[in-house]
């Protein structure tokens, strides 16, 4: 039996607010605040929830977070504005450099290797 929230495979044998923290969006303290709001034990496993609870859970996350493809989407659309408006922020995000304010001499190898950065409209000449 396969337990799906959010289109996201829940692990059976897990505790219900642990496997709910694997929806992008939802974290180990948001997970235990969803699981309390929903009238879910902690010790509860996912495999013994029952139906009516598992549909208030996605009900309450519709209604109380951003979560998923949605909070995907919002954020590569924060960081496509922050690059069309050329903002320190963008052009870091462009040059796939760090992007907080983290040193780059030392540290920060992985962020500055060669990968694909974003696709550009060539259209523009």
Known sequence: ?????????????ANFHIALARIFGIGKAN???????????????????KEAYLARVAAYLETHFTT??????QVRDNVLQEVAINSRRG?????????????TRNNGVT???????FQYDTSRK
């Open 31 to 49: 997970s235990v605040t969803v699981a309390e709001a929903c009238g879910i034990s902690k010790e509860l496993k996912v495999k013994d929830v």
């Open 111 to 117: 962020t500055r290797k060669l990968r694909p950065l």
């Open 68 to 73: 998923g493809d949605a909070l995907k989407r």
């Open 91 to 103: 052009v870091r995000h462009q040059l796939g450099l760090p992007v907080t304010g983290a040193q």
């Open 1 to 13: 039996m396969s337990v799906q929230l959010q289109r996201v495979s829940l692990y059976p044998h």
